[in-house]
């Protein structure tokens, strides 16, 4: 069983949108070591339920508008999120792009008893926009956002 999984969410067609798939695309490239997984779960909710049950870590990558600048990197845990939907009860902080998606997956897991630990990962998009490439101020950021997965991924490890 592998028990941390880096979800990428978001939509490649949509340019910065596009920052969950590029780092898993890059994670896979370098290879993961073992009881680490990378999917690329764009943005559906059956994508990643499976994900949810089996790991004991979860790190997800999206883009996330927090306020700051393009390319601002942000790491939070669901509780920090501003859904502004009913289906999830409305938090105060940051807005992901995936929310309602991702965190009802987190609601509807702890309602089944199943409660990983998560931490989300947000870049802050330039534009929004349908084109395949990301802007490159996020694509710059991307060596940053895979730092910041090694790290987690080496403290789960040793707290497992």
């Not at 890059?26 to 070591?33: F, I, T, Y």
Request: proline share 7%; net charge negative.
């Amino acid at each position: 069983m592998k028990h941390i999984a880096v979800i990428g969410l978001g939509n490649v067609l949509l340019k910065d949108d596009g920052i969950g798939p590029r780092v898993v695309q890059e994670l896979s490239k370098k290879g993961l070591p073992p009881g680490v997984q990378a999917v690329d779960a764009g943005g559906g909710l059956w994508n990643y339920w499976y994900l949810l049950k089996e790991c004991r870590h979860v790190i997800a990558v999206d883009s996330m508008q927090g306020g700051g600048p393009p390319g601002a990197v942000y790491m939070v845990v669901p509780d920090q999120l501003s859904t502004g939907t009913n289906e999830v009860e409305a938090k105060p902080g940051i807005q992901i792009d995936h929310e309602l998606h991702f965190l009802d997956a987190l609601k509807l897991a702890a309602h089944y008893g199943i409660k990983p630990e998560v931490t989300i990962i947000g870049v802050e998009p330039k534009e929004i926009s349908f084109a395949l490439e990301l802007s490159p101020e996020i694509e710059a950021r991307v060596p940053l956002v895979l730092k910041i997965i090694k790290e987690l991924c080496m403290r789960y490890s040793c707290s497992s």
